[in-house]
């Protein structure tokens, strides 16, 4: 059987992140991807001013509430960038709704980087966030997500292993029995994630080189590669690896071009191969 996922994210028209990212990885994952945009905007809001806005808080509960009266499944609710405060609530009632024994929900709280918040986002937004987040099965924040969720103070790297593991121990008592964090850095030569399996008590680290810069997007080309590993049944941790080895690569080959980094990574390129290692028939 095919598994099918619903994807809770922005549509930003250009500069790849949110759906315009997660449609394409998912769907070369062999899933069938079905989408419920939280917001319109003509590009993302990372360093580029002067963007469109068209919030959809009033769209998404009609949507899902069709869906239901189609008795439609979804192996597993993906949320990422929500248009609005209120959208927490919304997509609470959205996972609850779609909530089955045997699928996942999995929570990107995207709300923060480098120790601020995203522009628009209420200082009470990390509070409102933690709320869907205990819903989560599986949640990807990176380091300053972390600490907002968890109400602690932002601190730079290199982190040490400790400290990760204090944060991911943490945040699964918030809830969710995967966390798998972002930005782990113990020294400036690598960079990657840890992956907590609570119920298993299982912690793993997985690196990669460190590439230089600030690339726009690359959490959800992160999480939507988690997303359809997971989906094709990978362990977290090869899901992980898989995720931070197409995350990289992207980095690597829009480094190379030269391109301007508010515009996203170059993943497209990177498709073909991913969906070779997913698809094991091609
Ligand atoms: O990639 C996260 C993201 C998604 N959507 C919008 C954003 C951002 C990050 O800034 O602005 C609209």
Redesign the pocket.
Known sequence: MQKRVAAI??I?CF?R??LT?ALPIISAGGIECSVIPT?V?S????GISG?T?RDLTQDILPVAEHWQSLNLEFDAVYS??LGSFEQIDIVTEVFRRFRKKDNFLIV?P?MA?NGVL??HFPSNFPTGMRALVRQADVIIPNITEAVLLLDEPYKEGPYTREYIEKLVRSLSRLGPSQVVLTGVYFDDTQLGAACYNADKDELDFIFARRIEGYY?????VFGSVLVAALLNDQSLSEAVSMAVDFTVKSIARTKQAGTDIRFGVNFEQGLLELAQKLNPIL
Do not use: P
């Open positions: 994210h922005d930003s500069g992140c949110s990212v917001a905007l590009t993302h809001t990372g963007y806005f990422g960038y990107d995207v980087d995203y522009k726009h997007g690359t959490g959800d």
